[in-house]
């Protein structure tokens, strides 16, 4: 047996033979960690697994961790394995290969019916067989050759009224060729019968049939042998989360908030059902779906926060805490701990630190709602960033309700403009949340700007080409525009969540596509957002693909289904959108295009308290958003093209 252990690492490689992994599962020395999810695999991967080990293919390596040391999991057995393995203290736990060798442990040691699903997703009971003649036909796949069967043992078709095929004796499996994959281990017993059946001379070549199966096929399920990864007990809590994330393939892949579900389990707390909840109460996660929910029942604008954002939010006051405690210790420079909510603060998040700031976190969470709503942004599809809704919810958590006053709300709503405006919390957020964290409240106290407020740039030559609906700063412009009180062109009425619930609103072009393209328009100028603004879907059907001067004249002299509308009343309606009506009016493309990207430009820079950059200094690369809008065109809410 090999044993590769590399200088200074914490991991051992070593090839085991599947029953005694299998075995040390029924007695209980190998466990799961409990992250209080179980996975139930479908019959055609269960299928596919057997009939990979009855060829003597590998399945992958499984990866197991020592007990003992600092990562403290909640063991649980293997499902359905015996109960004297309940009472065991495991020696190793499997991080990766839950599924197949729980699904191996069922079928071939266990001796009792298999759960599992059909593709249509029904739960089922199986049993397994290999059906021996096609497993020996070389023109034969092996998976045809599995077959699983109901649990009492017969196969019907015809609404259950036409048997098939009837396993439910020994006998009636000797006679249909089909063996038992609960008896992969251990064929004897089955052997004898087998021969029994298929006695004398006249059946000498069936018998011989069993033996050549014995032989290429059971036997690879006694001598085969899976590769063992076994991490030491020393290793760290983010390597054994790392491992999750790289080699979790079985089921949904693992993440902080399962290892953090698993290690508060060992000190008898269910995370899960705080965040779930269970029949008796709503979870954190159903009230943040509730919170400020919007008139057509949609979820609320802080549904899609997620569990690690929780707790990332939590581990900001725990690690901000444990500077203090170092900078009241005399301690300065390297010697004080970072304020973090990285993925290694999220597994080093003490049980008591989670329960000390939970609620005060969430409260933070609400008023992030609320805030949100103040912007004037309504759903989670016209939310900028989801990744600043989390230092938003922990600025505001530690802060209280002095986020009510004027001149710290102007403040938090500066910031947050930056932060959308500056396009930063797109990519590698860890650390500007952190900073944000602990910046914010200082400045809020008359510290200096956060640098999220004074690094920011924006470029006004940045409107032409955003063109992304699904860009941050893209949508942050669609806000502001509904902040600064725009009216729909048709109805009049501002996009407060009234309308905009009951009208399904969305960003239109102002020059329609169609105009556009007939006019020799490249979309690339056309599809920016200075062409673009929110209108509702009936306004949308009425503008058509007209010049604006032909929807105008439409509107003005109105049908049976909408009133004429005032010239200077919808010139008004024209202004709130920042488009200057002169210039539609007479179907002045570039010379709308330059007016209105000064306007947009004067809300931005209103929004960020700062002027943008107008120089000619180009920025580095060359805009990709061509590919992207092609890629987006299906993303983009229903709706008639404009």
């Known amino acids: 047996m090999q044993n590769d252990h590399m200088p200074g690492s914490t991991f051992q490689t070593n090839p085991h033979r599947l029953k005694t992994l299998l075995e040390d599962c029924h007695r209980g020395a190998i466990q799961l960690p409990d992250f209080q999810r179980s996975w139930v695999w479908d019959e055609d991967r269960i299928r596919s697994l057997i009939a990979s080990i009855s060829r003597a293919f590998p399945v992958g390596a499984l990866m197991t961790l020592d007990t003992g040391g600092d990562v403290n999991f909640k063991p649980r057995p293997v499902e359905g394995a015996a109960t004297e393995g309940r009472i065991v203290s495991p020696h190793s736990l499997l991080l990766d290969g839950q599924q197949r060798m729980t699904s191996l442990y069922q079928?071939?040691?266990?001796?009792?019916?298999?759960?599992?699903?059909?593709?249509?997703?029904?739960k089922v009971k199986r049993w397994f067989y290999?059906?021996?003649?096609?497993?020996?036909?070389?023109?034969?796949?092996?998976?045809?050759?599995?077959?699983?069967?109901?649990?009492?043992?017969?196969?019907?078709?015809?609404?259950?009224?036409?048997?098939?095929?009837?396993?439910?004796t020994p006998e009636k499996e000797y006679a249909a060729w089909m063996y038992p994959v609960s008896q992969v281990f251990e064929w004897d017993d089955?052997?004898?019968?087998?021969?029994?059946?298929?006695?004398?001379?006249?059946?000498?070549?069936a018998r011989s049939t069993f033996r050549e199966f014995r032989r290429t096929v059971l036997e690879n399920f006694k001598d085969y042998q899976v590769p063992v990864i076994a991490l030491d007990r020393n290793t760290t809590k983010e390597a054994v989360c790392v491992v999750f994330e790289k080699v979790n393939t079985g089921g949904k892949p693992l993440d902080a908030f399962e290892l953090v579900t698993?290690?508060?389990?060992?000190?008898g707390h269910e995370l899960r059902k705080d965040w779930y909840g269970d029949n008796a109460h709503k979870g954190r996660h159903q009230r943040f779906i509730d919170t400020l929910r919007l008139a057509d029942a949609s979820p609320g604008i802080i549904a899609n926060v997620s569990n690690t954002d929780f707790l990332q939010a939590v581990s900001l006051f725990y690690t901000l805490d444990r500077r203090l405690d170092a900078e009241r210790a005399g301690k300065t420079g390297k010697e004080l701990p970072a304020v973090t909510g990285n993925r290694q603060a999220l597994l080093n998040l003490p049980l008591e630190a989670y329960k000390k700031y939970e609620k005060q976190v969430e409260k933070g969470f609400l008023q992030a709602a609320k805030f949100l709503h103040m912007q004037h942004i309504y759903r989670i599809f016209d939310l900028p960033y989801q990744s600043q809704v989390v230092p938003l919810a922990a600025i505001l958590a530690k802060i209280g309700d002095a986020w009510e006053h004027d001149t710290h709300r102007a403040k938090l709503v500066r910031w947050y403009w930056n932060g959308v405006f500056g396009e930063l919390y797109g990519s590698a957020v860890e650390s500007r949340i952190a900073r944000d964290f602990v910046e914010v409240p200082r400045w809020l106290q008359g510290g200096p700007e956060p640098s999220t407020v004074s690094e920011t740039i924006f470029r006004s030559d940045r409107l032409k080409t955003m063109r992304m609906r699904l860009s941050a700063a893209y949508k942050g412009v669609n806000a502001l525009l509904m902040k600064e009180g725009a009216q729909d062109f048709r109805s009049g009425q501002a996009f407060d969540h009234t309308v905009f619930f009951g009208e399904n609103v969305d960003i239109h072009h102002i020059f329609p596509q169609d105009w556009c393209k007939k006019n020799g328009i490249e979309p690339a100028v056309f599809d920016s957002i200075i062409n673009k603004t929110p209108l509702?879907?009936?306004?949308?059907?009425?503008?058509?693909g007209a010049a604006p001067s032909g929807y105008i004249a439409r509107l003005e002299t109105g049908d049976d289904q909408t009133p004429p509308i005032d010239a200077k009343r919808l010139d008004g309606y024209l202004r709130s959108h920042l488009i200057d009506p002169a210039l539609i009016r007479r179907d002045d493309f570039e010379g709308f295009m330059e007016d209105r990207q000064q306007r947009l430009l004067g809300l931005i820079e209103q929004a960020m308290g700062k002027n943008a950059y107008a120089g000619e200094e180009r920025e580095e690369g060359i805009d990709a958003g061509e590919d992207a809008d092609a890629i987006e065109t299906g993303m983009v809410m229903a709706g008639p093209a404009s």
């Not at 070389?138 to 009492?152: Q, S």
């Not at 021969?195 to 000498?204: L, N």
């Open 107 to 122: 079928v071939t040691l266990r001796g009792k019916v298999v759960e599992t699903v059909t593709p249509k997703n029904k």
């Open 190 to 205: 089955w052997q004898d019968g087998f021969g029994d059946y298929w006695s004398g001379e006249i059946h000498a070549e």
């Open 262 to 267: 698993a290690m508060y389990a060992a000190d």
């Open 536 to 544: 509702s879907f009936r306004t949308n059907r009425i503008i058509g």
């Open 130 to 168: 290999i059906d021996i003649r096609k497993a020996l036909d070389v023109m034969c796949d092996r998976e045809e050759a599995i077959i699983g069967v109901p649990e009492d043992r017969v196969l019907r078709t015809d609404f259950g009224r036409e048997v098939v095929l009837d396993l439910s």
